[in-house]
């Protein structure tokens, strides 16, 4: 078998059903990064310093991929219909692991609470302090910059939020959101005009066919919940490459505020990456059905959100008879942004490490060329398992981790009434 990965889109080669798996998959490793990456913020700046670069990780990057989505499926808009819209495709609310319910009153006014929250399950352990800084700290200026995308004028404010009390309440927050002439944009945040002209913003994709049978945009009324297999498969591999984008517009905004406090940004943003590396591996591995052999690999490799879309990274994958080689070129927009692919090196392969061992913990990687057009990578089965690294056992700590996506029948659509 000789393959190698040529297409437009790294998700070119996938059915229609294995897309509308694939897609919440992306979202919900999207949201797992801050998992891996704030472990190591908290280890170099202290809880406090941890949730200023959450903060401004978030505030900097969300409207930059919230306007590329809404415009990737046709629903731009000022009202509060169109910033929940954003939300149901945004990784920082994955779908059911982040479960956001929504009313809509009117074009300015609505509410969104919270059935389930996968991250307040993850920090609730680590005590009350963690918890605020997250549900007060972090949301307060983060959902205020997600709405900012659709219209400035828009507020969001809890009605009631964690610390819970009583200790199970729920929903586990509620939140207005109100747009009003008399409201004050919120600052501007720091570093926007970075996050705003670097290449994941300004990267071009191809359009959606709109004679691809199934929904090829959201231009529809909102649903209560996005069932992806309703989507064409033109309009999926859309929606996964763009969720690729919003992956790597965090990281950006991640590195630029870690670098902001320290000159150890590459070091800490290719931890962030290992971890989240290895559990994505795993996850699409699983979530597909796909083997533990170089045929999974070859195909785990050629979805994973790190080297997606392909036009951006540049990456190719190969799988031969000789097993499988990940060429990545020194030039690429990826690298002019500084995002994952540049902190891997002849040097550095612990990100590769974790992702093959993700399929299965015995591959072992090797540099087979390191020259001035790229890096190639080969991936070969060793004897014995590696044990697992100490980035993505940090990872997994997660309830993501294990997380499962269920199939809730036909969503409903919510109109104003």
Not at 62 to 74: D, F, G, H, I
Not at 164 to 190: G, L, Q
Not at 285 to 300: E, I, K, P
Request: hydrophobic fraction near 40%; charged fraction near 25%; aromatic fraction near 6%.
């Amino acid at each position: 078998m000789n393959e190698t990965s040529t297409a437009a889109s790294g998700f070119a080669d996938l059915s229609r059903d294995e897309l509308a798996v694939l897609v919440p998959e992306l979202l919900l490793s999207g949201h797992l990064i801050d998992r891996s990456g704030m472990a190591h913020s908290i280890a170099a700046f202290g809880r406090e310093g941890m949730a200023a670069v959450a903060i401004e990780e978030w505030q900097t990057a969300s409207p930059v991929y919230t306007r590329r989505m809404q415009r990737a499926l046709n629903f731009v808009g000022d009202s509060v219909e169109t910033i929940f819209k954003a939300l149901q495709l945004d990784v920082g609310a994955p779908p059911q692991f982040m479960d956001f319910r929504f009313r809509v009153d009117d074009h300015d006014h609505g509410e969104f609470w919270l059935d389930h929250c996968g991250a307040l399950a993850d920090v609730e352990p680590m005590g009350e302090s963690y918890v605020r800084s997250m549900c007060h700290d972090i949301e307060d200026p983060t959902f205020d910059a997600t709405a900012l995308a659709t219209n400035a004028r828009a507020q969001v404010r809890p009605i009631h939020r964690p610390p819970r009390v009583p200790a199970d309440r729920h929903p586990v927050c509620a939140w207005t959101v109100i747009i009003d002439p008399s409201h004050e944009p919120p600052p501007i945040p720091p570093n926007s005009d970075r996050l705003a002209e670097c290449r994941a913003a300004e990267l071009s994709l191809d359009p959606i066919d709109p004679t691809d049978a199934g929904t090829a945009d959201y231009s529809g009324p909102l649903l209560s919940d996005l069932r992806f297999a309703d989507f064409s498969r033109s309009a999926l591999i859309r929606i996964a490459d763009e969720v690729c984008l919003q992956h790597h517009l965090l990281a950006r905004a991640f590195r630029i505020s870690v670098a902001s406090r320290t000159d150890a940004d590459a070091d800490i943003l290719r931890k962030s990456f290992t971890g989240i590396a290895g559990l994505t591996s795993e996850r699409i591995r699983d979530a597909l059905g796909l083997g533990d052999d170089d045929a999974g690999l070859a195909r785990v490799l050629r979805l994973h959100p790190a080297w997606n879309p392909l036009r951006y990274s540049g990456a190719e994958v190969e799988h031969t008879e000789a097993g499988v080689r990940l060429r990545l070129p020194k030039h690429s927009p990826a690298l002019e942004d500084e995002v994952w692919p540049s902190v891997i090196d002849a040097e550095h392969l612990a990100p590769l490490e974790a992702m093959a061992r993700g399929v299965n913990r015995r591959y072992a990687v090797e540099v087979l060329a390191d020259t001035e057009a790229e890096l190639s990578i080969g991936f070969a089965l060793a004897d014995k398992p590696f044990r697992e690294s100490g980035e993505v056992a940090i990872t997994r700590i997660s309830t993501g981790a294990n997380f499962r996506f269920t199939d809730r029948g036909i969503p409903l659509p919510l109109t104003v009434v």
